[in-house]
């Protein structure tokens, strides 16, 4: 059993530049994968999005991908062709007013253009790669988290169907022994009398009985590996409707007070169903 609640961080480095990958799951209905990526990158989003859909089947995850800059993070680019321009144009200027001085080529650094920067990032191809890194430790942390969530979970579900279904043997030894009253009644009746106080006994012997087969299934999925979470909670809304149809039926204090008993196990059963993956 795996629980929809997790986080997990990775990260990968190369020669120029560091990613980080961080994952935070909760519950939600199906899988849905949110990504926040550099603008640069944004073409990886599907490509990320399927990673994760090969190793988680439900909940909504928030994906935050960065990269830091270790290595040189500007480049210097000389403007080769405008740098000859000037100096031309120096070197005419020099000897339309018949100057004697040198020129030196350290003049041509401050003017404009002949030296420009331009920031150094990673190319799609390099940033995938480390992606994958970071994203791949990231998922294994996360479920990891999720696993040792569920491992909770499924306690706590155990001890909630074992009280639910210890309620259900406590209705029908009721159902029993009023049964066993009736028999006997009946036998000191005059022959004319009708036995209708029984069929009250026997009409809820369905809502018991599949109710017993919702508990005998919920403990098969919670001994499963499988992602159960949704077949949980239709167990949880099928297993309130014949409680509360028993409920109805039965007129008797001491299994309307079960039934209370079961209806608040039911709750706390289907509240933790919502986090099972």
Not at 119 to 130: D, E, L, N, W, Y
Not at 137 to 161: F, P, V, Y
Not at 244 to 271: F, H, N, P, W
Request: net charge positive; with cysteine; charged share 30%.
């Amino acid at each position: 059993m795996i629980s929809m609640t997790g986080y997990g961080s990775g990260d990968s480095e190369s020669n120029d530049f560091t990613v980080k990958t961080e994952l935070q799951s909760y519950n939600h209905r199906f899988l849905d994968i949110k990504v926040k990526l550099p603008s640069r990158y944004q073409s990886l989003e599907s490509y990320i999005v399927k990673k994760i859909s090969n190793r988680l089947s439900r909940g909504r995850v928030n994906v935050y991908i960065a990269f830091k800059q270790t290595g040189e993070r500007y480049r210097v680019i000389i403007n080769e062709a405008l740098a000859k321009k000037y100096w031309n144009s120096l070197n005419r200027l020099q000897k339309v007013i018949k100057s004697d001085s040198s020129i030196g080529p350290e003049v041509l650094i401050n003017l404009p253009g002949v030296l420009e920067t331009s920031a150094i990032t990673p190319s799609v191809t390099g940033f995938k790669r480390q992606v994958v890194a970071s994203l791949n430790e990231a998922l294994d942390e996360l479920i990891s988290m999720r696993e040792k969530e569920g491992g909770r979970m499924r306690a706590d579900l155990s001890k909630h169907l074992r009280a639910l279904n210890g309620s259900l043997i406590r209705v029908r030894a009721r159902l029993k022994k009023k049964e066993k009253e009736i028999e006997e009644k009946k036998k000191g009746r005059p022959s004319g009398k009708s036995g209708g106080e029984k069929s009250g006994v026997v009409n809820v012997k369905e809502e018991t009985s599949r109710l017993d087969s919702h508990i005998i299934q919920f403990k098969e999925f919670l001994d499963s590996d499988d992602p159960s979470g949704k077949s949980l909670e239709f167990l949880c809304q099928e297993m309130l409707r014949e409680v509360t149809t028993l409920g109805d039926k039965a007129s008797d204090s001491l299994i309307s007070r079960q039934v209370i008993l079961m209806k608040s196990e039911l709750e706390s059963l289907r509240e933790q169903a919502r986090n099972v993956e």
